[in-house]
């Protein structure tokens, strides 16, 4: 029954059902490219083109290494052909990048260890199976790039997939404080792991993560200079910034701290601004203005990093409704809090010099992530289910849980179709990954390998 003229479960459960008359479970196997698919070199020139040029051969030299590489610097290329087929209109704030290194351990504010989705940079409203997907054609490439059987590969995807659409269907018969406080605890790892060895190895490393402070970072970033602790240069790859680049950056740490909270704020003030340098991170990402900054906070040995990241729109914005943000700083931030379960207390944004918008959080928080070149068919296997079962919980938050519940169903339907898209996006990933090689053998793009 509907209350205050808000649809009941049961209504919500029937608008759920009523999507597989749009989009058949079975129908989301069923990948073809488009007849006019934008070539996937043309798109990453397109999106580079407002990037620091002089970093995008590293970029490009990542992208060649892997066809798992490939994909996790071609979301754009992905959206496009995610874009080019009907969805369920089952919308969800969408994490729109969930491949499998999108996930892992940090520090939640109480300081136990958690585990969750962990980059946001094109995070943005949508349908909530554009992610599931994402995350099923990562599974496919790396199990493929492990060795493993064609089978195998099936198998991982399809237990993505399906632990997906368990823990939504979980999910859809719990209150909502029940959802909100849901998360995963590090802990909770241990028992996943499928031999005494594995184990072994999950301990050793959530102890590196708890190691992986900004105490931590400033013996291995920094070197005395002086008598004051300096950023040590490692160009390209980190590099100081000029006198200019350095007051506006002061200039957008002012500007930053108003969006955090009062208490946060008074917090920060405890700090001051020592050093910042530029530095060129992931693979997808490269080329967009990043930063960090150190600050000290009682005296030298107690060290405060903070990274920030230019903000661009999300890859998925050319191809949906307009999103809730104005501000791109502002949708990473937002979109960061409502997946997560336990979110980076110095999470703020601004805009800075040339109206260019960035976002701010800790660089280092006890962070880490899972080895996936080294999984095994039946690791990689638990993985993809706990990264499944990760991402329901992120869509629970935002979107109709219900609604998905009602639509995925009880039966595996949507799990093998998901599976076999997986497979076949699989298939592209690598002659995209060879188009790429193909034209920097050319000539027509420039890589660095190796950076």
Not at 200 to 221: D, I, M, N, P, Y
Request: charged share 25%.
């Amino acid at each position: 029954m509907a209350r205050n003229g808000a649809p009941g479960p049961a209504d919500r459960a029937a608008g759920g059902k009523a999507a597989r008359k749009r989009v058949p479970r079975s129908s989301h196997a069923g990948w073809i490219p488009a007849a006019d698919r934008p070539d996937p070199v043309a798109v990453l020139e397109r999106q580079g083109r407002d990037r620091l040029q002089e970093l995008l051969p590293i970029r490009y030299g990542r992208m060649t290494a892997s066809p798992f590489a490939f994909l996790r610097g071609s979301a754009a290329v992905m959206a496009a052909d995610l874009a080019a087929h009907p969805h369920t209109g089952l919308m969800v704030q969408l994490c729109g990048d969930a491949h499998l290194l999108n996930f892992g351990v940090y520090a939640s504010p109480e300081r136990a260890l958690v585990f969750d989705l962990n980059d946001f940079d094109e995070t943005f409203p949508g349908p909530f199976e554009w992610d599931v997907k994402r995350l099923a054609a990562s599974v496919a490439v790396a199990a493929r790039e492990n060795g493993h059987k064609e089978a195998e590969a099936h198998a991982a995807a399809m237990t993505a997939a399906g632990e997906y659409r368990r823990a939504v269907r979980r999910l859809a018969e719990q209150g909502e404080l029940a959802v909100w406080y849901a998360r995963v605890d590090a802990a909770e790892l241990l028992p996943l792991a499928p031999t005494a060895r594995r184990r072994k190895r999950v301990e050793s490393s959530l102890t590196r993560a708890r190691r992986r402070t900004s105490l931590h970072a400033l013996g291995k970033l920094t070197e005395i200079v002086d008598g004051r602790p300096r950023i040590v240069q490692d160009p390209p790859l980190l590099e100081a910034v000029g006198a200019p680049d350095m007051a506006s950056l002061r200039k957008i740490f002012s500007d930053y701290r108003s969006t955090l909270s009062e208490e946060r704020r008074l917090l920060l003030d405890r700090y001051r601004f020592v050093d910042a340098a530029r530095k060129v991170v992931g693979v997808g990402s490269v080329g967009t203005r990043c930063f960090i900054v150190l600050l000290t906070g009682r005296d030298m040995t107690d060290p405060l990093f903070l990274q920030i990241k230019e903000a661009g729109r999300s890859v998925l914005e050319e191809h949906l409704p307009s999103g809730p943000y104005v501000h791109p700083g502002h949708r990473v931030v937002a979109g960061q809090r409502l997946l997560q379960a336990a979110s980076d207390i110095f999470l703020g944004w601004m805009s800075g010099p040339q109206d260019r918008a960035y976002y701010w959080r800790q660089l280092r928080d006890m962070k880490t992530s899972a080895d996936v070149a080294g999984m095994s068919p039946v690791v990689l296997r638990i993985y993809a289910g706990l990264c499944g079962t990760t991402l329901a919980r992120a869509h629970a938050r935002s979107g109709d849980r219900i609604a998905i519940a009602s639509y995925l169903g009880t039966s595996d339907t949507f799990d093998r179709a998901v599976a076999d898209f997986a497979l076949r996006y699989a298939d592209r990933t690598v002659e995209d990954h060879a188009a790429l090689g193909a034209a920097v053998a050319a000539g027509v793009v420039r890589a660095a390998p190796g950076v």
